[in-house]
């Protein structure tokens, strides 16, 4: 007989105690519900023909589409504003130095005062004072490098390295001295200078800003030729601070060549001469260029000789060869009435020092540069 709290058909065989009970602990509230994927239909939706019992419900994630739009563009200005911020806020030191300014260059050609002497590149050498002079990148030598207030020994060697380079590139490379390159100058030049630099080598102009051998030593290869590999050198390199953030280098070198006319075949004997030119350039490096390894070149100052006085040296030195003589000419005319850039023409004449002298540039000792009129 069963008992009061059981069912007729007597307890359930299910051990845990019937199948309702297995979902007694699970509480299907509102929400869900609302989360359900499938959705039952009404009975009068279920009275049509082949109609499903269920139906699917759009995701959340689609009905909640164009709210999850704005939240992510939201997010996007968020960030870009956060980044913009923290760029005018930025712990790092911001590179200093603004453009570079226009190289400012001032060619002298000196003339010999009688003819060209000629001879044995090695027998003019040892009779000129530049007999003791260092051979080549040798006789670039560098001064006691000490930190500064804002540089440190460091970057102060850098500088001056660097413009030992370019005095290399643009004064003893031989591809540079005759003319077929002059990519290994423009390399160590800043970049605000680049445009400047091409122009002058390709469109040369007697401005005091586009001359080509004011940024480096070229001759025409159809006329003269290096009768001797060995280019003698010698001069100074000095360095101070112009600012807390630039450092500026002054180079005064001469240099001498031994040339010989540019004809195939043996050669004259005897029909080498020497071509001495002096170089006085002002470098500028900001930190940007230490970094780098760059400069650049704010001026230069040239005086080459023997050549015409005055000669068209804009685009290459016009060396006079051995038995050369400068033509007797006097000054360019000058009308202090004319407009436009003024035509006064720079010319020296050039006297050689004694080589038994005290150790000088020869140019420096001995020439002047004085404008015609």
Known sequence: MADRG??????SESPAGGGEDEYRSLVFDESFVRAARLQEFSAQERMGDHAPAVRSLPSRRLRNGPKAAIALVLLIALAFGMAVYMGFRHPYEAPVGGRAEPLRSTVVPLAPQGAVPGGTAAALLAKSPAAHFGTGAAGINLPAIRRTDNFSDSQVATALT?????LVA?????????????????????????????RSMNRPQDDGRHAATGW????????????????????????????????EVVSDHTFTYTLRPAVAGPQQAGGASLFTVRRELHFRFDREDLRLHRLELRTSYVQAGPQECPADTTGALRPLLA??????????????????????ALCGTLA????????QSPVHQGSAARPAS
């Open 6 to 11: 059981e069912p007729p058909e007597g307890p």
């Open 323 to 344: 038995g050369q003589r400068a033509i007797p000419r006097g000054p360019a005319g000058t009308d202090p009435y004319a407009t436009g850039r003024p035509t006064v």
């Open 216 to 247: 480096l030593v070229r001759f025409d290869p159809a006329k003269v030729a290096l009768a001797a590999p060995d280019i003698r050198v010698r001069g100074t390199l000095s360095y101070a601070e112009e600012g807390s953030d630039t450092l």
């Open 352 to 359: 050689i020092s004694s080589p038994t002298a005290p150790a």
């Open 162 to 166: 660097t413009a030992k380079d370019y």
């Open 170 to 198: 643009s004064s003893l490379d031989p591809d540079v001295l005759n003319g077929s390159a002059v990519r290994p100058v423009e390399l160590l030049l800043d970049p605000d200078q680049t445009a400047q630099f091409e």
